[in-house]
């Protein structure tokens, strides 16, 4: 019996070590990104419920404090570019989600307005650890079509996280207006303590020791990055100008004009994932996008369309239907301006930061631009000037494809 028990326990820690040596990084970031990104989507729409009901918050004052975290998040993706080469991916990620953790339970025990724009930026700053980090991670050494592969499966895994989130935040939110914030630092930890056990107990976690930086004995590798880069930060830039109307000052709209509860908000919010999980998948499955400007110029002209479209509609319905058309063109660009972004480049983790500091910027100028429009004229105004923002994008686009391709000739 004694010989029996030994072989069935040696028999089992064989088959966890085979188990556990199949697992690589893909295994750790994909669960990890829909976690911090399902975190994201709950606290992005809580945030604005809990601050209206506890700090009576104005529509421009929810546009300034969104676009605090925005402006946070710039700094903290600049300030921490030196840690990219040389600190290891998974020892930054494990310190932002429990610093992220930290900031929203201190967002919790704020008594004062000002307080709570402190600990929202720090809480933003905490995020800037994690994103730049994971998404340079998991390009290292991939081009081509295994890179677009791999980029696809990566933008599927947040998404999802973006479509589960709004439902939640409107549920829990309706219940009381601190629960997003709780669940949102709980699921911060569950993060954390799985890159955590994943760097103890998964060999080739372990024994991960890549960084961007060229270690001592290496060739110097040539970079090969392509101009396109510059058209699809562009894009990115412009896209999420909108991106910051629709998360922060559309709810606002919804609940104060259209008095819709927060529960069917979430629902509207949750609308701009479908769609752009379907363009995500397809986009890693093909390559006829890969250093084209025309799709991307294309892109913006139908997203300023449907903005201005929404000034002249009241359904939620429709509104449902012009949202999740806003996320399929945010999946193109977004993923336009990652691919084209770290494509060729030897230093991936810093063109992811630009990458996220690009995204924020167009984040503030939507909020607090967005907000202050909406409380002193009318959201018409906010979405014409939001799609005035993309057309202009379109056309810098162009502009710079012109002059970089004449340059290159």
């Not at 090969?224 to 910051?244: A, E, H, K, N």
Request: charged share 10%.
């Amino acid at each position: 019996m004694k010989k029996w028990n030994r072989w069935q326990t040696s028999q089992t820690r064989q088959f966890m070590r085979s188990l556990s040596s199949g697992i690589g990084k893909s295994h750790v970031i994909f669960p990890s990104a829909f976690l911090v990104a399902l975190t994201t989507s709950i606290i992005e729409l809580g945030i604005i419920f809990y601050i209206k009901e506890v700090f009576d918050a104005t529509p421009s004052e929810v546009g300034y404090f969104t676009a605090l975290w925005s402006f946070c998040y710039i700094l903290g993706c600049a300030s921490i570019r030196p840690l990219f080469n040389r600190v290891l991916p998974r020892y930054l990620l494990i310190g932002s989600t429990f610093l992220m953790s930290l900031f929203l339970l201190c967002i919790l025990f704020a008594k004062r307005f000002a307080y709570a724009y402190l600990f929202y930026g720090l809480y933003a700053v905490g995020m800037s650890f994690f994103w730049p980090p994971i998404m340079g991670w998991l390009s290292q050494d991939v081009e081509g079509e295994k890179l677009g592969k791999s980029m696809s499966y990566y933008n599927i895994s947040w998404n999802i996280g973006l479509i589960i989130g709004p439902l939640p935040a409107g549920f829990l939110s309706s219940i009381s207006p601190s629960l997003p914030l709780y669940a949102g630092s709980f699921l911060c930890i569950l993060t954390g303590l799985l890159i955590t056990a994943a760097s103890f107990l998964v060999p080739k976690i372990r024994t991960d020791r890549g960084v961007d930086a060229v270690r001592n004995g290496e060739t110097a590798r040539r970079d090969t990055s392509t101009f396109l880069r510059y058209p699809g930060w562009v894009g990115l830039f412009t896209t999420f100008v909108v991106m910051g109307v629709v998360i922060n000052i559309f709810p606002v709209y919804a609940r104060d004009d259209l008095l819709l509860r927060k529960e069917a908000i979430g629902l509207l919010m949750q609308s701009r994932t479908f769609i752009a999980l379907f363009i995500f998948f397809i986009l890693g499955r093909t390559s006829f996008w890969h250093f084209r400007i025309s799709q991307m110029v294309a892109g913006q002209v139908v997203l300023a369309g449907v903005v201005f479209t929404m000034s002249f509609i009241t359904s939620p319905f429709l509104f449902a239907v012009q949202i999740a058309l806003i996320g399929g063109l945010r999946a193109l660009s977004f993923n336009n301006s990652l691919f084209h972004g770290v494509s060729g480049s030897v230093n991936r983790t810093a063109r992811m930061a630009a990458h996220e500091a690009l995204l924020a910027a167009g984040l503030i100028c939507g909020s607090a631009l967005g907000g202050w429009l909406y409380q002193h004229h009318s959201i018409q105004a906010v979405y014409y000037f939001s799609a005035a923002c993309v057309l202009f994008g379109a056309a810098v686009q162009a502009a710079i494809y012109l002059a970089l391709k004449r340059k290159q000739r």
